[in-house]
């Protein structure tokens, strides 16, 4: 009786012991942040000046005592909606997630447009790289130009809205 053949030996991957945990390093989900951490790595980000993290968030924590404001957060971002009535909301974001981590985020945040029976949610993006993004999460996104104020400087933007 002849016996089975020897299993093949092991392969080996060609990469260092000190590569592959690189690699999962920089493949570990980010440390979850606190509110304020989110708010201050994004207006770091941003480049913005003239607002101070506390403040944002102070003003965060009072308007979220409005029955019309809600702020919803997934992995390291938050998103703000303010309720204008008939389906209509505006919405601003905050993150301090990376790229493959903002669309889960923005997955997230339209479950929860969904959820709170949001038909259109209106914002405005500085970086043309969000509508992709969004798209790439499933949202549907309709644009066209406009500009935002960073301090009392108006700069372009885009204004979007984006169909639940």
């Known amino acids: 009786?002849?016996?089975?053949?020897?299993?093949?030996?092991?392969k080996k991957s060609g990469f260092s012991p000190d590569i592959m945990q690189t690699l999962q390093?920089?493949?570990?989900?980010?440390?979850?942040?606190?509110?304020?951490q989110i708010i201050e790595a994004d207006i770091e980000?941003?480049?913005?000046?003239?607002?101070?993290?506390?403040?944002?968030?102070?003003?965060l924590i009072t308007a979220s005592k409005s029955?019309?404001?809600?702020?919803?957060?997934?992995?390291?971002?938050?998103?703000?909606?303010?309720?204008?009535?008939?389906?209509?909301?505006t919405?601003?974001?905050?993150t301090a997630d990376d790229p493959n981590t903002l669309i889960d985020s923005l997955k997230q945040f339209h479950q929860a447009?969904?959820?709170?029976n949001f038909k259109k949610v209106q914002s405005t993006v500085t970086n043309p790289q969000m509508i992709r993004a969004l798209e790439m999460a499933g949202i549907k996104?309709?644009?066209?130009?406009?500009?935002?104020?960073?301090?009392?400087?108006?700069?372009?933007?885009?204004?979007?809205?984006?169909e639940a």
């Open 113 to 116: 447009m969904l959820k709170s």
């Open 45 to 59: 980000k941003m480049g913005e000046t003239s607002m101070s993290p506390k403040q944002v968030y102070a003003g």
């Open 141 to 162: 996104v309709k644009q066209s130009m406009g500009q935002t104020m960073q301090g009392d400087q108006a700069s372009p933007a885009i204004n979007i809205v984006m």
């Open 1 to 10: 009786m002849a016996l089975p053949p020897a299993p093949p030996p092991p």
């Open 25 to 36: 390093k920089q493949n570990a989900p980010a440390k979850p942040m606190s509110p304020l």
């Open 91 to 94: 919405a601003h974001l905050i």
């Open 67 to 89: 029955p019309k404001f809600r702020v919803v957060r997934a992995n390291n971002s938050l998103m703000t909606f303010s309720n204008e009535g008939n389906g209509a909301a």
